[in-house]
C-alpha cells in the first residue's frame, strides 16, 4: 500500500475523517480512564519546526509518548535543511531513520515537495496556506458538545487565513455550511472559494453572518510573519471582534471557538473567553487527541 500523507483534510475521505474523529474521542476516554494504548511502540517521530509552537510540539510530543513511541524536535537552525540541503534530499534521509514526519513552516510547497520524497508518512502541522489539524481538534469538540457537523451552521470571523482556507476543506468533507465574515481586502483563497462554492458564502456583515449560527470561530488579525500589519489590520478588523453580544446573535446553543493565542481586546473581547458558550480550553486540549488518532491512522495503515 503507498503511503498516506495529511497535508490537508482532503488527503482523507470524509469517512476516514470520521473515523479518526470517533478514535479521537475513543482515545481520549481510555486516556483519562487510566488504560495504556501503544500501538506505536517503537516507531519514532519527527518533528520539523520553521515557526514557533507550543500546542503543535506539545500535543504531538505527548501523543507519540502516550502511543508508545517518541517524537524528535528538529528546528532549521539545528539541522541541514537550514543550511541550504534540498528538501528532497533531507526526505529521503529521514524516511530512512523515522516512521513518520510533522512539519510546522511558512511555505506549504515545501511541505507538498518534502511528501513527494518521503516515503513515510507526512503531516502538515501549520503551513501559511491550511492547518488541518487544528480542524480534526474542532470538529472533535463539536461532535463531543453538540453531536455531529454535518448540516450545522459554522461562521468563520476575521483573516481569510490558513484556518480560514481549511474551514473550507473542512466545510467540503464534513458536510456543513461555511459563512465567511472578513473585511474587503481579507477574503480566503478564491479557488477554494470557488470550488465550494455551493456550501461556502461570504458575508461583510458579522452581524449578520452569526445569524443562525451553531459554531462561531476566530483567529488572530495578524498571523506569524505579518506583525508589520499589526496597526493596519487592528484598523481594518475593528468591526470583527466577537463578544458575547455578537454571540448572542447566533443560535442559543451556539459554539465559540478559537485555535489560540488569543489576543484578548483585539479579535475577541476581554471576556470571551470566559464566556460559557466557548469550548477554547476542551477544543486545545483535544488537538493531543486528535493527532493521537490520526498518528495511529497513517502509521498503521
Request: hydrophobic residues 45%.
Amino acid at each position: 500500500m503507498s503511503v498516506r500523507h495529511f497535508l490537508t483534510l482532503l488527503d482523507l475521505t470524509p469517512q476516514e475523517l470520521n473515523q479518526v474523529i470517533q478514535r479521537a474521542i475513543a482515545l481520549k476516554a481510555r486516556h483519562q480512564s487510566g488504560q495504556i494504548d501503544e500501538p506505536l511502540k517503537n516507531r519514532v517521530l519527527a518533528m520539523i519546526f520553521e515557526k514557533s509552537s507550543t500546542r503543535t510540539r506539545v500535543s504531538f510530543e505527548a501523543g507519540m509518548t502516550q502511543l508508545g513511541g517518541s517524537a524528535m524536535f528538529l528546528s532549521s537552525r539545528d539541522t541541514q535543511l537550514g543550511r541550504g540541503e534540498p528538501v528532497e534530499d533531507t526526505a529521503r534521509v529521514l524516511a530512512e531513520m523515522v516512521d513518520g514526519v510533522m512539519i510546522r513552516t511558512f511555505s506549504h510547497a515545501m511541505v507538498e515537495k518534502f511528501a513527494a520524497y518521503s516515503s513515510v508518512p507526512v503531516i502538515n502541522a501549520l503551513t501559511d496556506d491550511f492547518h488541518p489539524c487544528q480542524l480534526l481538534a474542532d470538529v472533535q469538540t463539536f461532535v463531543e458538545c453538540r453531536g455531529s457537523i454535518q448540516g450545522k451552521k459554522v461562521v468563520w470571523i476575521g483573516d481569510g487565513n490558513n484556518m480560514c482556507n481549511s474551514y473550507i476543506n473542512a466545510a467540503r468533507q464534513f458536510d456543513f455550511e461555511l459563512c465567511i465574515s472578513t473585511p474587503e481586502g481579507y477574503a480566503p483563497r478564491q479557488d477554494l472559494l470557488d470550488a465550494n462554492a455551493d456550501r461556502v458564502t461570504l458575508e461583510a456583515d458579522p452581524q449578520a453572518a452569526v445569524a443562525g449560527a451553531h459554531l462561531v470561530v476566530t483567529d488572530v488579525w495578524a498571523s506569524m510573519g505579518q506583525e508589520e500589519e499589526q496597526k493596519i489590520r487592528e484598523r481594518d478588523f475593528a468591526a470583527y471582534q466577537v463578544s458575547p453580544a455578537l454571540m448572542d446573535l447566533a443560535a442559543k446553543e451556539a459554539l465559540f471557538m478559537h485555535c489560540l493565542p488569543a489576543h484578548r481586546g483585539e479579535e475577541i473581547s476581554l471576556d470571551m473567553l470566559e464566556d460559557p458558550r466557548s469550548v477554547v480550553w476542551q477544543e486545545a486540549g483535544n488537538r493531543l487527541h486528535a493527532q493521537k488518532a490520526l498518528l495511529e491512522f497513517l502509521m498503521m495503515s
